[in-house]
């Protein structure tokens, strides 16, 4: 099992940066693909950017794609989203996920919420207009 615990939500206005963090607590970090979700108030959970167990290999929705970057530290056992031009559209609870480091292999297993076994319990990002 891991145990996954976000940070850094918060107010911020348009244009503007944030970076989120999530604490892995548990089974080795390296055991798990590792992705980021967020959602809205009355829409469905929707997938972010998610990041390989080798850290090689990551993968964007298109409405992150080149506003958003994933990363992992290993010796911290931490993974980040770093947004950058944020945009009010971006207002949502963001969760980190994780799930076994061979399960996915497409793109559309990365971006499935029920791929992921483990969930930590959300932090609020509010983009100001």
């Known amino acids: 099992q891991v145990q996954l615990v976000e940070s850094g939500g918060g107010l911020v206005q348009a244009g503007g940066s944030l970076r989120l963090s999530c604490a892995a607590s548990?089974?080795?970090?390296?055991?798990?693909?590792m992705g980021w979700f967020r959602q809205a108030p009355g829409k469905e959970r929707e997938f972010v950017a998610a990041?390989?167990?080798?850290?090689?290999?990551?993968y964007y929705a298109d409405s992150v794609k080149g506003r958003f970057s994933i990363s992992r530290d290993y010796a911290k056992n931490t993974l980040y989203l770093q947004m950058n031009s944020l945009k009010p559209e971006d207002t949502a609870v963001y969760y980190c996920?994780?799930?076994?480091?061979?399960?996915?292999?497409?793109?559309?297993?990365?971006?499935?919420?029920?791929?992921?076994?483990?969930w930590g319990q959300g932090t609020q990002v509010t983009v100001s207009s």
């Open positions: 996920a994780a799930l076994p480091r061979y399960y996915c292999s497409d793109y559309a297993c990365y971006e499935n919420p029920g791929s992921y076994n483990y």
């Open positions: 548990g089974r080795a970090f390296s055991s798990y693909t």
């Open positions: 990041i390989s167990w080798s850290g090689g290999n990551t």
